[in-house]
Nanobody
Framework: QLQLVESGGGLVQPGGSLKLSCAAAGRNLEYSNVGWFRQAPGKEREGVSCIRNTDNSTYYRDSVKGRFTISRDNAKRTVTLQMHSLKPEDTAVYYC????????????????????????WGQGTQVTVST
């Protein structure tokens, strides 16, 4: 069973930055579609940013465009989410999700859709943006 592990969460002031990392226990995520999702208390889980396996095309929800960047570091076998200009409304548990290797999808945005069924999920890392 593939296990995903998120790291990098914490407490940060508004306007600050955090970098989240997703790793898959000794495996490379290079060939997997990967997404970052978040869930705030009392709210539905939402897709934040996703990256496709074939060409590394990316998707960002409107509220994080220009502030967040998803990328791969294949040498480290990780997918990162660099977050800048954080706002209190970014506070949530952030989850990494990944497909089995080589799964093909044509619509990048679909990777971040609420109903998309990723094969693997991490346990989440808490991001709190507060003074």
């Amino acid at each position: 069973q593939l296990q995903l592990v998120e790291s990098g969460g914490g407490l940060v002031q508004p306007g600050g930055s955090l970098k989240l990392s997703c790793a898959a226990a000794g495996r490379n995520l290079e060939y997997s579609n990967v997404g970052w999702f978040r869930q705030a208390p009392g709210k539905e889980r939402e897709g934040v940013s996703c990256i496709r396996n074939t060409d590394n095309s990316t998707y960002y929800r409107d509220s994080v465009k220009g502030r967040f960047t998803i990328s791969r570091d294949n040498a480290k076998r990780t997918v990162t989410l660099q977050m800048h200009s954080l706002k209190p409304e970014d506070t949530a548990v952030y989850y990494c999700a990944a497909d089995a290797p080589h799964k093909i999808i044509s619509n990048i945005a679909a990777l971040c859709a609420p109903r998309y069924e990723h094969d693997y999920w991490g346990q989440g890392t808490q991001v709190t943006v507060s003074t």
